[in-house]
């Protein structure tokens, strides 16, 4: 399995080109929500999960031979980044290209000074905060044992502080679990001593690791944004990132991209420069059981 996928168009980020740091589902959490599917390993200890000179040479690879203009290479994947012990030097070597960069933290490491240390160089961080109640966080993110609400509350606030970058919070929304004004309202006192640019909303959307739980529609989605806004707290559109760039289909791409997560049918316009001769290899791929789709998404078989 190679670390980088895609570029994938992300609602968020634009295209993105995602770096996966783990050969299987490695995390700190267990979400409900998850994409990748349930954590097979949960932890806290840092280690080089991937080996680093395969990663460098994937990314120094790309970027110095793919003209491609992407918007953000994105660190993301099968498991928390912050977890990945040389993630700085990885952002180093990412820092020499004409690219910026992102990181998507479930937030857990961020009480961690040297953790702190390492990722100030991203130019986006965008922090999962769903909630700031200890029962309905364990809930949402079946944590590893020893991680403390509290002490991710006061990590983020501190980082958001020092960190000089677009720091964008994203909260996601679990119906019946965190979706009430009641349930948001230590949120919105917490969000406002944050140093932070906007936050997203997000909800579930893919098939989820833990299928008893949903998202909330669009609806909902614009009911809750307007409450936070009514509160003082700014949020970003998320189909704000568009871009117009796209990319040629082959299969290699299309499976690392599903070994890391789904990819609905109706993004494969956004994603390929020519959608008629995606969808040829992608019906090969479901002819051989290579892949298979369920409810609108392409999935490993």
């Known amino acids: 399995m190679r670390s980088l996928f895609g570029p994938v168009y992300s609602r968020r980020l634009g295209l993105s080109l995602g770096v996966n740091l783990f050969k299987e589902n490695i995390c700190s959490y267990d979400c409900v929500y998850c994409e990748c599917g349930r954590t097979k390993v949960l932890t806290t200890k840092r280690d080089e999960y991937f080996e680093l000179n395969d990663v460098l040479f994937e990314i120094k690879q790309y970027l110095s031979e793919n003209c491609l203009k992407i918007d953000h290479i994105t660190f993301s994947g099968r498991g928390e980044p912050t977890l990945y012990l040389y993630i700085e030097k990885l952002l180093e070597e990412i820092k020499r290209f004409p690219v910026a960069s992102a990181l998507l933290t479930n937030s857990s490491l961020l009480n961690d000074k040297e953790v702190r240390k390492s990722i100030l160089g991203f130019d986006v961080i965008m922090p999962t905060i769903s909630t700031v109640d200890q029962n309905q966080f364990n809930t949402i993110h079946r944590p590893a044992k020893g991680i403390r ?20 919070p994203e909260i996601m929304i679990i119906k019946d679990v965190n979706d009430s004004e009641k349930s948001l309202a230590g949120l919105i006192e917490y969000i406002k001593e944050l140093d932070y640019k906007g936050c997203h909303l997000n909800t579930i959307v893919r098939p989820a690791a833990y299928s008893d739980y949903k998202g909330i529609n669009k609806e909902e989605i614009n009911r809750i944004k307007n409450f936070l806004e009514k509160n003082d707290i700014r949020c970003i559109d998320a189909d704000s990132a568009i871009s117009k760039a796209k990319i040629g289909y082959s299969d290699e791409r299309l499976i690392n991209t599903l070994l890391v997560r789904p990819v609905h049918e109706s993004d494969i316009k956004s994603i390929f420069k020519d959608p008629q001769i995606a969808i040829v290899g992608i019906n090969k791929l479901l002819d051989n059981h290579s892949i298979n789709k369920e409810k609108g998404f392409f999935k490993i078989s």
């Open 149 to 168: 609400l509290f002490d991710i509350l006061e990590g983020v606030k501190v980082f958001s502080k020092m960190y000089r970058g677009l720091f964008i």
